[in-house]
């Protein structure tokens, strides 16, 4: 008879000979997932015998993650600024960094209208609609498949962002306060250099910043101006090496208070900038 305990073990054993990253937590979130047990409660029944059909079923899982599918795409689920958002190979995977992203946008967001270009699994104007008290939310994205991802986070979530289909700015009406973006920024060649787990199951439309990563920039700083308000904001999350570039472009554009923030690593995570309206009336 195997115990909970004897089924982790194995759990660790098997991703470890596979060279999963982060094996022992890995297998632990699937045990966890699984028998919908926190750690608490593992400690206390550790011992506690499980049947075969359930310890089929949890190296199961442990065998899909040794495939390199993310353990998110298993779990359909990940957690982003204390929510819980439905995930699926439609979409990119909430990321920890853009929890910056989100942070920032929180301090000016209060009573604003705000628009996320690019929006995938919704989490970004999700987390700020809930925890930012916006006036509104739209999310845009041109995935039909994210799309369904997002509309569902948005009832999981109890949120009232409005989700529209739309290459970038095609459909979209109307002007905003800010804008803020985590738009696809790995250059082309990058991508084969990713883990196996982002390469080859997640959304490449998600990843994919073109030639120098910096395509989707261009596009929503050149278009975007004209659906934001005067004095509004624009965020951007960016990839490490992309702060000077992208606050460039930004600057061209006429943008003001230009400043990059970093992530909790240390390195730049978020571009952000005053949009002033340049033309003044004739006198
Ligand atoms: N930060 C993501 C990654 O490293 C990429 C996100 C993006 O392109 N917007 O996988």
């Known amino acids: 008879m195997k115990t909970l305990e004897n089924a982790l073990q194995e759990g660790r054993k098997f991703l470890k000979e596979k060279q999963i990253a982060d094996s022992d937590i890995d297998a632990w979130y699937l045990l966890s997932f699984l028998f919908k047990m926190d750690r608490a409660r593992y400690l206390m029944h550790s011992s506690m015998p499980i049947s075969q059909v359930e310890y089929h079923e949890y190296m199961e899982l442990v065998k899909k993650r040794g495939n ?48 996320d270009m690019c929006t995938g699994s919704g989490c970004i104007i999700i987390s700020l609609d ?26 999981r979530l109890e949120t009232k962002v409005q989700f529209l289909q739309s290459n970038l700015f095609e459909q979209v009406r109307g002007k905003y306060d800010i804008i803020v973006s985590n738009p696809p920024y790995i250059p082309t060649s990058d991508i084969e250099t990713l883990m196996d787990e982002v390469k080859e199951h997640e959304p490449p439309i998600a990843l994919d910043g073109k030639e120098d990563g910096l395509y989707f920039y261009r596009c929503i700083l050149s278009e975007g101006t004209e659906y934001m308000n005067p004095g509004g904001f624009i965020f951007f999350e960016i990839g490490w090496d992309q702060g000077m570039a992208v606050s460039r472009l930004l600057k061209e554009k006429g943008f003001q208070d230009i400043r990059i923030i970093k992530d909790l690593a240390g390195l730049d995570r978020v571009v952000t900038g005053r949009y002033v309206n340049q033309e003044e009336p004739f006198t």
Do not use: C, W, Y
């Not at 359909?76 to 929510?83: A, D, I, R």
């Not at 995977?93 to 992203?101: G, K, S, V």
């Open 130 to 155: 809930k925890l930012g008290n916006i006036k509104s939310g739209v999310g845009v994205d041109i995935s039909e498949a994210a799309l369904k991802i997002a509309n569902e986070n948005n009832t």
């Open 68 to 115: 390199h599918i993310p353990l998110q795409h298993i779990t359909g689920e990940q957690e982003f600024m204390g929510l819980n958002f439905k995930v699926s190979k439609d979409v990119l995977i909430p990321r920890q960094d853009t929890e910056i992203l989100v942070q920032e946008v929180l301090k000016t967001a209060e009573g604003k209208n705000v628009l």
